[in-house]
Every structure is written in C-alpha cells, then in structure tokens.
C-alpha cells in the first residue's frame, strides 16, 4: 500500500494560511466561521471533518476566492493561499493555484460534451491546444471516462457527473486541490480508485483538501486533519492525534468515523483496550480486538410485516437511445412495508429504474405494474399522490424561495389549504428534519445535507405517499442526522409505506434495509438479504461493491481464531456483544 508522504517532502512553508478568520455570509447576522487559525504545508494531504452545517464547504470556497469575491458577505482576518492575498485576488488569477470541486459538480459545468467541460478549464487558462488535448486524455482517463468523452453531460449518472467535475478540475494542473464530497456518488470500488489518485497526486507534489464522510480509505493516509463544529476549529493536527485526543467528541458530534476507529473509541469509553491506541484500519482493529472475548447472543429475527406486491417488473428494457440500452430484462418484485435498497456500479441503471417507477420514463420493452395497474396506463399527475422521489439532486424539485414555502407549496398542491393545518404540518416537519432554523432561508443556499433533508420533507409532509423512493439518501449527512433520516423511515414502515433507497452506503445497507437488488450494467444481478449479498464476493466485484469495515473485522477476527457471533451487521451491536471479563 502506498505509504504517507513524510514531513521532509513538503515545503517547510505553509501554502495556505489562514490568520484570525472570521465570515459572514451575505445578509447573516452570525457568522459562518469564527476566528479560524489554520496552516496547511504544501504537497500535504488534508482531511477536513465535522458535523453537517459546521462550515467545511464555505472553507472550501474561501480558499479560490469565490467567497468573498463572488458570494460576497463579510470577511475579517487574511485568507493567503499559494502567496495570494484572496480577499484581493479576482477568482481567474486564483484558478492557476487552487481546483474546487463542489459538493454538487453540477454547479461547475458550462458545456454539453464531457471533453469539452474537461478542456474548458484550461482553454480559459489559454493553454496551448496541444496541450489543452493532451490534458484532456490525461484527466479523463484518471477518472475512468475517456470512452465517454463524446457523451453530452446532462445524460451522465450522478456518480459519472462527480467523476467528470474531478477530471475537469485536474485539467487546469492546480497547486491546491480542494475536494468537496468527491466520493459522496460512486460506488465502493470507483471510491477506492479515487482514494489512490489521491496518493498519487500527493506524490506528484500536489496539495490535497478533502472534505469526506468516507474517512475508512483516507485517514491513515493523511498528513493532517481539521475538526469543524459551528464554524470554528475544534481540533487539529494528524489524524491520529486528532482521534486519539478528540474521539469522543467527534462521536458526540456526529462525525461519521471508520468502523475500526468507532469501535476502538467506545471500547475505551467502556474500560477496554486502556493500553492500545485507538486503531484507524481494519488491519489494526484486527490486532487490537484479537484477544477481546464475545458474549452469546440469541438470535433476533427482526419483525417485518409484509403486505401485498406493489410494484412488479418483468423483464424491463429501457434505453435514451435506440442504439443503447439502460435497462436489460430486469424483473422484481417489491412488498407493501419493504424496505429495499438498489445498489450497485455508476452508471448501472439505478437512476434510471427509479425514475420510471414514478411515470418519468416508460419501459420500451416488457411489464412494470404498481399498486395494479400498468405503466401505459399511469398518469403522472395521479401517481404523484400515491409515490414521492427525492431526486439524486433534491433542488431540481424546488420551486419556492424559502424553506418554508416549498413544505407549504407541497401542501396547497396535494389539496391541503387551511391556513393553520398548513403551519401546523410545516413546522412539525421541520421540527422533524432538524431543519427548523432553515424555514425563511432560500432552497438553493442550503448544504448539500440540508437540502436531502428537505427533499424527503417536502414528500412526505402531506402524508398520502404510499411508496417513497430516495436516491442517495445520506449524501451530505452527519452520522447524527443520517441516524434521524433512517429513524424517520423505519417509523413510515411501520406505517405500511414502502421505501426504495438507491445508495452506495453499504453499511446503510448492512443496517437498515430487508432486501437488496443489485444492479451491474443495466441487468439485476441479486435479489436477496444484506447477509447473503456480503457472502458473494463474485456478486460484490461483479457490482463494484465492497463489504463493510465492520464485516471485515468480523472476518479478520475469525481468522485470526477469534470466534465472534453471527448477526454483528452494525457498530452497536457488535460493542454490546463484547464480555467485560
């Protein structure tokens, strides 16, 4: 495995610096970020972490310039990256130094053609055609898309647009690269491979800023970690300092940490593991755990009731064009009170299948039937009582200027028009998504968690969907918050509402749903339990899966003769099992 870089291979001298900095943004009374004091070393790998909302993405934007240059707002203190004064230098001059690529890539791209978006960059930094050709090949094939370089952009798959804003911003050659959520759309496996262009650009002397959820591949690695919570610093240094210093309240916070590394941190809350440091990797949790001893548990079947079949595919082909084919024979059946997961490789089909559940798209060939009746007699305006989709991109569904309106708006289009009913469901819902402060801000202004939060609101307010549909329903979410959403739906099973999440959350997965389809290149390839799934690994490679840290643990224990019970899928249970002897 590639190893970190060591001290000595970066510049003694920081190239981001950031001195008593505090931001407002544009018409806010209380700041974003208060009194930030950072130094990041060139050709260094940072780690930005924290809780939803604690100002990692306004971080990230202050650091090319677009706050305050472009979003304007308040700015105290000196913000100097690669020698550049940023509160005086305009946003193309900050372009040769630092890449951004946003938490929604959408926001970056100015043109039709995948290599065009990808040479856009670089002709506005008036590169030599040469050159700007050869960086093109160059940053598309990093990422795993040169043979879609002819595709128009708007027809991409979520986890392809994020592939595309990473290659277009290694276009441009930057000093500084500032990722935002990078990973928070691709599959495991594409995941991974973004974890080693990471390495690989901080061999080549690139600096690296990573804002991720999906700490498991990066924290080991990294040179140097910052903790956010409420707009200030909290904690920094390395990742291991960090962790070893400020665990707890990293958990208490909500940060989504490595399942070695939550494990580790509540073992020592409990008493054990008192002379061992807090592992960071499944390897070094297998070392630490090898001599803990489990507990006998009773299996505990969970209670699941399961009405009739709502929805039924059989044979489903489906294709934007004639020539390609999105779909291939696809057939399923979906119960009354499931809840189901659809997982699988970018660019799989997944999007595309939930789309047609909601009369978007129609199958040009075989049978999709729900609550009956089939799709060449579905009305998408009738439909939309009975099924609501939270988009992959929840602001491609709002339509009102403030939080507030668009739950009302909801409301007066599902018939519901008394005034005090309305305020009543509104303010219980934003109450209920923890987005009660948001109620006069703008859609568009929210993060990228606070708007999935919304999107599931403004579905769910009027409480008449029968089957809810949620495309990648923890991008942006805080452990905290994540638990809250998947609260929120196991209470709609009780219910009787079913649920189909798309997601590349594997441990959302191993914890919450009953069944799995997983797609891979258009066709199912599974349908079946988490459990059955996790023990098919020609299945997991197949879709560009992997199993979860927590059951790699388990396997490494086992393998070391360490017995550990069945049934251990989450980090609560598997702490309960422990004996304290």
């Given amino acids: 495995m590639t190893q970190p870089a060591s001290p000595s291979s970066a510049s003694a001298g920081p190239i981001v610096r950031l001195s008593g900095l505090t931001y407002h943004h544009y018409g806010k009374t209380a700041p974003a970020l208060t009194d930030i004091n950072v130094e990041i070393k060139r050709g260094s790998f940072t780690l930005l972490v924290g809780p939803s909302g604690s100002g990692k993405s306004t971080l990230c934007m202050l650091l090319n310039g677009i706050i305050p240059q472009i979003l304007g707002g308040k700015l105290t203190g000196t913000v100097i990256v690669d020698g550049k004064d940023v509160s005086e230098s305009k946003v193309q001059n900050m372009a040769h130094s630092v890449g951004l690529l946003f938490q929604d890539p959408e926001w970056m791209f100015a043109t039709l053609q995948v290599e065009d978006e990808v040479a856009f960059g670089p002709e506005n930094l008036r590169l030599p055609p040469q050159e700007i050709a050869a960086q093109v090949t160059k940053s598309l094939e990093y990422v795993g898309m040169n043979h879609l370089r002819k595709n128009l952009v708007w027809a991409l798959s979520g986890g392809q647009i994020q592939k595309l804003g990473l290659a277009a911003v290694l276009a441009m050659s930057p000093e500084i690269i500032v990722l935002d959520e990078p990973t928070a759309n691709l599959d495991p496996a594409t995941t991974h491979s973004v974890h080693e262009l990471i390495l690989r650009l901080r061999e080549e002397g690139r600096t690296i800023i990573l804002v991720t959820k999906d700490l498991d591949e990066f924290m080991a690695q990294a040179d140097h970690m910052i ?58 949790a297998v ?50 009170g499931e809840i189901v997961a659809i997982v699988g490789q970018n660019g799989a089909g997944k999007s595309t299948l939930s789309k047609m559940l909601v009369g978007l798209l129609k199958p040009s060939h075989g049978s999709l039937s729900m609550f009956g009746r089939k799709a060449s007699q579905w009305n998408v305006q009738d439909l939309a ?17 403030t939080v507030h309106e668009e739950l009302a708006y909801s409301l007066l289009a599902q018939g519901i028009v008394d005034p005090g009913e309305v305020e009543k469901r509104v303010n219980s819902m934003l109450e209920r998504l923890n987005i009660t402060d948001a109620a006069e801000t703008h859609p568009f202004s929210l993060s990228a968690g606070s708007k999935r939060r919304l999107g599931v609101a403004t579905m769910l307010v009027g409480g008449r969907a029968r089957l809810l549909i949620v495309d990648e329903p923890t991008y942006g979410q805080d452990r905290r918050l994540t638990e809250r959403l998947m609260e929120l739906i196991n209470n709609l099973r009780s219910e009787g509402i079913t649920v189909i999440m798309i997601t590349h959350d594997m441990r959302l997965v191993d914890a919450y749903v009953d069944r799995a389809l997983v797609m891979a290149n258009g066709e199912k390839i599974f349908d079946g339990t988490p459990s059955d799934l996790f023990q098919s690994p020609e299945i997991i490679e197949r879709a560009s899966l992997r199993t979860t840290a927590l059951r790699r643990i388990v396997d490494g224990l086992r393998a070391a003769g360490t017995p550990v019970p069945n049934g251990l899928n989450i980090v609560d249970s598997f702490v309960a099992a422990v004996a304290f002897v």
């Avoid at 941190?265 to 008192?274: E, N, T």
């Avoid at 009773?298 to 595919?313: C, Q």
């Avoid at 009582?385 to 200027?401: G, K, M, R, S």
Wanted: glycine share 8%; hydrophobic share 40%.
């Fill in 287 to 336: 070392i630490a755990l090898k001599d803990i001893r489990f507990k006998e548990i009773s299996s505990i079947k969970k209670e699941t009731i399961i009405g009739e079949i709502l929805v039924r595919a059989e044979n489903v082909q489906f294709g934007y064009t004639r020539k390609t084919k999105t779909l291939h024979g696809v057939s399923f059946d979906i119960n009354q």
């Fill in 227 to 284: 903790l956010l919570s409420e707009g200030r610093v909290l904690a920094q240094g390395t990742p291991r300092d960090v962790i070893s210093e400020h665990g707890s309240i990293m958990l208490d916070l909500g940060v989504w940490l490595p399942d070695p590394t939550e494990i580790g941190l509540r073992l020592k809350q409990l008493g054990l593991l008192k002379n061992k440091a807090v592992p960071i990797t499944v390897a070094e």
């Fill in 385 to 401: 009582n009975d099924v609501a989709l939270v988009f992959q991109n929840p602001e491609h569904q709002f339509l009102c200027d």
